[in-house]
């Protein structure tokens, strides 16, 4: 049962727009979500995270937006860039899930075309 | 600082045949984690050890999955006997402990024909 959903696959956007990234969640007992971002051949590298009392956190480049009634984040990046191009992974996590353990969804390969 | 590391980096066997894979964690890395990655899937949790100790392995294939760290530092993976379904990205995470950022290698892929 896949707790973590990503529900697009793939993303083109043009240099300089914005990327909206999606991904929903069933598990109400998550409190702390993440967004991985993975190059080929490389392990995924964390970018951004935010704690479920939260609903924005913010890190450069990089917007991370919760909406916890709909089960609901979202991962904004603004202005595009190419180097942006990668899959990028949603994760959850929660005290009463099991420690550390990460709830990964099935990803999302951004395509950011000059 | 060096990060996780992994390897083989990639590994192709015939079905039925051992392999095992080796990871060594970042420096002062207490939690120390494997992760299975099929093809179009997020990373699944294998395995989490707290210095030597196996906390949670209850995602492990018990009959044909094994795993150690000895010493609580490195660690190793084992199938035996590989299945063609074994055919994936193993991942190797660390973190300074159970609640801090897990840092990632860069896996090995497997691939059991």
């Known amino acids: 049962d896949q707790q973590v959903k990503q529900n697009s696959p793939s993303l083109s956007v043009q240099e300089g727009r914005i990327s909206i990234l999606n991904c929903d969640y069933t598990n109400s007992m998550f409190d702390y979500f993440l967004w991985y971002k993975k190059y080929p051949a490389e392990g995924p590298t964390f970018l951004i995270s935010i704690s479920s009392i939260k609903d924005k956190n913010e890190d450069g480049r990089f917007t991370v937006f919760l909406n916890k009634s709909a089960k609901h984040l979202s991962l904004h990046i603004v202005p595009s860039q190419p180097g942006d191009s990668a899959v990028y992974f949603c994760a959850a996590k929660g005290r009463e899930t099991g420690a550390n353990n990460l709830f990964f969804g099935t990803g999302t390969r951004l395509t950011v075309i000059p | 600082e060096a990060g996780v590391v992994q390897s083989p980096r990639y590994k192709i066997i015939e079905k039925k045949q051992p392999v095992a894979f080796w990871c060594n964690p970042i420096?002062?890395?207490?939690?120390l984690y494997w992760y299975l990655q099929n093809l179009g899937q997020g990373p699944e949790l294998l395995i989490r050890y707290e210095n030597e100790e196996a906390v949670d392995d209850s995602q492990l294939p018990k009959d044909r999955f094994s795993a150690e760290r000895l010493k609580g530092v490195d660690s190793t993976l084992k199938i035996q006997p590989a299945e063609l379904g074994d055919s994936a990205v193993y991942l190797c995470?660390?973190?300074?402990?159970?609640?801090?950022?897990?840092?990632f290698g860069p896996g090995t892929r497997l691939t059991v024909l």
């Open positions: 420096s002062g890395h207490n939690t």
């Open positions: 995470a660390s973190s300074f402990s159970s609640w801090d950022e897990q840092f």
